[in-house]
């Protein structure tokens, strides 16, 4: 087998490895990628209810509340300009708040309540998702300190 | 108190500045010394490195003193410590915040410049002079850096009576360590960055070079191992969610340079055997630096939403951008104009060791282009749409297109070893891991029979970890030449067998440990969510736990609620598992404690939530089989890694190639 030979093997297992990586990649983007809507975004853009997006924003205060299963804590999200009503069946993070950034993943049911599978915890009480504080500030309401 | 105070904060500022100081001079003098042959501007180098780390281990003192002595006048101490917290936790509290960690990350970098700097004496003056300068201007990036941007030592004044504390959820033993860990991998590849970066100035690899390499990569290699899974178990057992990986973007963040930095400790082999793939294996430890340069900056300039994402300053990303920038946009250029220079020996065919290390490299490789591309594609999106489209990446995304790309690799790994140099034949490699084959069959027939909920899928990961795990031991068993020759001859291989042999073992197997205490415990994993009151059980996998009841008990920082189940099989008494949930003062936070009992077997993992209002409380409960493996293994290949280190020929300042060359050839004819 010659040098030319031997690089065009290399060169092929390098491009077909390439090639199925991409393939992969497509593929799985297609049903992996979560999109993240505020309150004012769900409500504008009549989402779909069976594709899984992420909501963030304020949870407000003393809108926290369980049902009587001791599991379910129903809550709202908001980014005071609108508000979700979010139901959740589960240990909630150790962070979760009123009044405090909240990120949860799931979909928009047909009744307009949010049912979130995941409600996405933190680690330090001073941080906040980047798109919660994006989605505050387009609805003029951000007061951080960070531009 | 306070006189002293502010003393230790100006003291390590001063430091701090000095270290800037040395490390320009470290960084500039030596590199155009070798270029114009000004041999006491090459000779500034050494003493340069030691005086770099001698003011950065007294800054770093500096603050660690200012953390053991409370001392509130430094702002970092005042933001981030509490006279009530336990001295371990003042101690690794030096590290759990931003300002702190770079001291961290700068102070390994200097003790890595030191190590050159004393040890080299057998490298060519020039190209140590080199190596130090690339050092040195990392060094000062990161002083620059963490200077102008990120002073660990601002003062206070008046200072605080009392400090903030540090968030509960760091005071841990596995996160004490962990960051360490971490930094002493990614900092690690500096040194092969470095050497890389010389050797690209140079315009020549040999295989001296790769001797001095592999070490440095094969020693990061083996602390990121340990700080990666230290990290996973931490997640595990502290935030209470069961978890142990979540394909988030700080966990890809250490993930991409230990996969990278895989790909270079193989690659690094075939310089140093066979003096070829010098080229590739210069662009390799250019990207598993850069790699680590960008996990840094994902981490600290919190672009990302992440679940493990701490506070963060957008300006400080700003500056990190721009430092990487810098050091990847001009390493990859240097790489471009000079490595064509680079001429590689030692002809192979494709089917050889040196074709199956390139299968690897080409394999782990791709797999980290696609964490790359999974990771980074929301911040592009961002970016091209104005802010207008925010989306997230799921563990989907990650198991869809990492798993397919892993599992040729491991089949391959088990062949890889069995191939000769050069040129070399297959099918005689594959029949002699018959037996790895017919334990793999036998693992997925018998998987078939006794286990109930298992999917095709599971079995088949379970049969890949028996082909690697076997196949490993077949190939040390080949090497022995165990069951062809007499025992007191296998006994004289066993001890001529060099080290680097038993740590490749030890490593696969490992790997092979870790990919089974992945499938089982994720493919036959148990969960179970309810309210219950005192004297309710409840079940899972044959184990019921009775919920005896909750009491408040006091920490020394924290007030808790613990709750108690006592657990048993069959009606006898086995454990009593008691999950907390602490609530901290300073600052005001609650944290999760899972109660665990681990066995080999299988973990019995407990969570306590919050009360119903009507005397119960959310409980959840997991059954997690042979989950400990995942971490179990990724010891036992950080501890291949070392072993391998301790080899003779990798020791910095190993005899020549022709030396050992001989060496094995006399083993070999034995």
Known sequence: ?147 | MEGNGSLIGEIGLYALILALVFSLVQGTLPMVGTHYGVGAWIAVARPAALGQFIFITLAFSMLMLGYIVSDFSIENVALNSHTDKPMLYKISGVWGNHEGSLILWIFILALFGLSVALFGSNLPPTLRARVLAVQGLISFGFLLFTITTSNPFTLLNPPPLQGLGLNPLLQDPGLAFHPPFLYLGYVGFSMAFSFAIAALIEGRVEPAWARWVRPWTLAAWCSLTVGIALGSWWAYYELGWGGWWFWDPVENASFMPWLAGTALLHSAIVVEKRDALKSWTVLLAILTFSLSLLGAFLVRSGVLTSVHAFATDPQRGVFILALLVIVIGGSLVLYAWRAPALKSGGYFSPLSREGGLILNNLLLITACATVLIGTLYPLFLDVITGGESKVSVGPPYFTNTFIPIMLPLVVAVAIGPMLSWKRADLYGALSRLRLALAVALLVVIIGWYTIENGSFLSLCGLSLAAWLFVGALVDLGERLKIGRVGLGAVWRRVIAQPRATYGMTAAHMGLALTIFGIVASTSWETERLQVMRPGQTADIAGYALLFVGVKDVGGPNYNSVRATFEVSREGAYIATLQPEVRTFTDPPMQTTEAAIRPTITADLYAVVGDPDGQGGWATRIYHKPFVHWIWFGAAVMAGGGLISLSDKRLRVGAPGRRKFNRRRAKVTAA
Do not use: C
């Open chain 1, 1 to 147: 087998m010659t040098r030319k030979n031997r690089r065009l093997i290399f060169l092929l297992a390098g491009f077909s490895a390439l090639t199925i990586a991409a393939v992969l990649v497509l593929s799985a983007f297609e049903e992996s990628l979560v999109f993240f809507y505020s309150p004012t975004d769900v409500i504008a853009q009549e989402l779909r209810s069976d594709v899984p997006i992420r909501l963030g924003g304020l949870v407000e205060d003393g809108s926290v509340s369980r049902a009587s299963d001791g599991l379910t804590t129903t809550f709202q999200v908001t980014d005071m300009r609108e508000v979700i009503s979010v139901t959740y069946t589960g240990l909630l993070p150790d962070l979760f708040r009123e009044g405090q950034g909240v990120v949860v993943e799931g979909h928009l049911g047909t009744d307009g309540v949010f049912v979130a599978n995941e409600v996405l915890a933190k680690h330090d009480e001073t941080y906040m998702p980047p798109e919660v504080a994006d989605a505050l500030k387009k609805s003029g309401q951000w007061k951080g300190t960070v531009p």
